[in-house]
Structures are given as structure tokens and as C-alpha cells.
């Protein structure tokens, strides 16, 4: 039977630690302030942004809303930013995504300050983590790096298999687990992989983030194997009060009995996601990082 990972309490220690942080910067007068960019109403986005807003918020630190229409165009949007980039009370600035089709998401990333880029998606903040270099990390892959840790998981040649390629997730983890400091051995699998399962089961530590419910199943697993869900997968259920529940990219129940730890969903990944975002806008507001 697997320990089960909770990241809720993981995001509260983080949370905790932070306090002595804020504090000595509040001695200098400096509330760490987020700007937070939102456009159109998807309502996935709505949900990640109000919980965003709330845990700075607890934290005593500041957000900035910004709601444009679905229709804004992407020279609105581009400005909109030029003037927070500016603005010496925000110190981070975060556009949540995905964005309406007619903006492209590259450009609007690109013109973020790097000193303010608290999500870790500028060109800048990539080659930074992929030359080991120090910069801001991206939220959810840093997130499951600290709960990898914080489990005791171990990791110097491990092999660790992770499902999904994208920039915000596997791409950047792949890179972060490849690194000195963690010392695991890294595939990196995707739509191309041929026979997936034969790759997975020779993982001792497996990443699911493709955005698939339910697609690692206990046939694909080693016995004794630590899985971290990242997916977060909305499915039609008539008897939940919203008509749908969340679940992963793991099959939860199928794998408790036969893997070493396990992360659930929601309550794994997604707390930490939030808990490193808290920390990329204190490490902005604290200037470490100059892009
Ligand atoms: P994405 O941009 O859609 O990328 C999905 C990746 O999975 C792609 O690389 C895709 O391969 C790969 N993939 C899809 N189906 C596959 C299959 N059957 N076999 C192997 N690989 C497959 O997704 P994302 O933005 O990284 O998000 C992934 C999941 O994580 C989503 O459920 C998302 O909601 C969740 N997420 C959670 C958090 C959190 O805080 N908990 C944060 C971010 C994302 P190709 O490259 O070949 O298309």
C-alpha cells in the first residue's frame, strides 16, 4: 500500500517557511505584488486564478487583477504589460493560460520583464534552468521536485519516466531532474513513444501531465514504483453538485496497492503549484533575479 502524498500539507510548510521571508521584506517596506492577467472566461482559468489570488492574499501578500474580454487584442494585452513591466509596486506578472487563439501566447510571454516572470516561461527563465543557471523555476514542475524530496523519494539513478512534453510541465522537469543535484536518469515520453507502457514499467519514479483521466493503469507500473499525478482532468460526474470531478492522469485507485508513494488529485501537485508560485513572487519582490 503506497504513502499517499499530500501536498496540501507539503504547500503549508512552504507556506509557513515564507513567513520570516515577508516579513523582513515588509521591514523595507516591500509587499510582494502579483499582477494577474486573465483573458476571457474560461472556466478552468477562472478557478486557477481565484485560487491563486486567494492563497497571496492569506499569505498577506498583493495581487492585481486584470480581466480583459475573450475579443482583446494582443496589442492591448502587449501594453498592458509594458506598463506593469514598469510599474515598480508589481513585482511579478502572471498571464494565465491558455489565451483566446487570435493572441499568440509566445509573444505575449516573450514581452514580460524576465526580472518579473514569476511563472518561469520567458525564453529567459527556460535557458536559465536549462543551463543550471539560477532563475525563476516553473511552478508546477518545481512544485513536484520539492514534494519528490520532501517524501524522501530517492532520486540519484533513479530512472525517472515522465509522460508529456510541454513547456510548462515535462519539458522543464525533464531538465530539473536531469540535473547534477538530482542525478536521475530522464525519458521523456509523448505521443511518438512507441510502446509507452514497455518504457514505464522501468520507471522508479513516474510523472504523469498529458491531460488524459485515468491513462497510466497498474499494468503499466513496477511494483514499488513512486507516481506523481500532475493532470488535472474535468469528467462528467451527474451526482458532484458542479456536474464533474476532478481527476488525474493515473488510474488512483489501480495503483495504491502496488506503487511505493502516490500523489492524488486534487490535493497532490496542485497545492504546490500555487505554494511555488508564492515563492517566485517573494524571490521577485526580494530582486534576486534580474532576467
Ligand atoms: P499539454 O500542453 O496538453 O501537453 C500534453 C503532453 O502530453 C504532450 O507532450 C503530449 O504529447 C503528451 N500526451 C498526450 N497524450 C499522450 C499519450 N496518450 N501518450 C503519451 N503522451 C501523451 O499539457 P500540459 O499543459 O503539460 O498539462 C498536462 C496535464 O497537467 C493537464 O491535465 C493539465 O491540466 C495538468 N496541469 C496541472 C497543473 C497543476 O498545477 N496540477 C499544472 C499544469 C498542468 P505531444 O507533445 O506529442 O502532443
Given at each position: 500500500?503506497a ?51 486567494k ?13 480583459l ?8 494585452l ?59 523555476l ?18 540519484a539513478?533513479?530512472h525517472?519516466v ?7 510541465v ?14 536521475a ?9 512507441r510502446d509507452?507502457?514497455?518504457?514505464t ?43 464533474y ?26 497545492p ?15 530582486g534576486?533575479?534580474?532576467?
Open positions: 500500500m504513502v499517499i502524498i499530500d501536498g496540501r500539507a507539503a504547500a503549508l510548510k512552504l507556506q509557513d517557511r515564507l513567513k520570516a521571508r515577508l516579513a523582513a521584506l515588509r521591514e523595507r517596506g516591500i509587499v510582494p505584488s502579483l499582477a494577474v492577467i486573465l483573458v476571457g472566461e474560461n472556466p478552468a482559468s477562472l478557478s486557477y486564478v481565484g485560487a491563486k489570488e492563497a497571496l492574499a492569506e499569505a498577506g501578500m498583493g495581487s492585481r487583477d486584470f480581466r474580454p475573450e475579443a482583446a487584442t494582443q496589442g492591448e502587449l501594453s498592458l504589460i509594458a506598463e506593469l513591466n514598469a510599474d515598480p509596486l508589481i513585482h511579478g506578472i502572471l498571464v494565465q493560460l491558455p489565451l483566446p487563439p487570435h493572441i499568440s501566447e509566445d509573444s505575449v510571454i516573450a514581452a514580460i520583464d524576465p526580472a518579473k516572470d514569476v511563472d518561469g516561461f520567458h525564453p529567459v527563465s527556460m535557458g536559465n534552468l536549462v543551463l543550471g543557471r539560477p532563475g525563476f516553473p511552478c508546477t514542475p518545481h512544485g513536484v521536485l520539492v514534494l519528490l524530496r520532501d517524501y524522501g523519494i530517492p532520486l539513478g533513479a525517472a515522465i509522460l508529456g512534453r510541454s513547456n510548462i515535462g519539458r522543464p522537469l525533464a531538465n530539473l531532474l536531469a540535473r547534477r543535484e538530482q542525478n536518469t530522464v525519458t521523456l515520453c509523448h505521443t511518438g513513444t509507452l507502457a514497455s518504457i514499467r522501468q520507471a522508479d519514479i513516474l510523472i504523469a501531465a498529458v491531460g488524459k483521466p485515468g491513462l497510466v493503469t497498474a499494468d503499466m507500473i513496477k511494483e514499488g514504483a513512486a507516481v506523481i499525478d500532475v493532470g488535472v482532468n474535468r469528467v462528467p460526474d451527474p451526482r458532484a453538485k458542479k456536474g470531478r476532478l481527476r488525474g492522469d493515473v488510474d488512483f485507485e489501480g495503483l495504491v496497492q502496488k506503487t511505493s508513494f502516490i500523489s492524488p488529485v486534487p490535493g497532490g501537485v496542485g504546490m503549484t500555487i505554494a511555488m508560485l508564492l515563492q517566485n513572487v517573494a524571490q521577485a519582490a526580494e534576486v533575479f534580474h532576467g
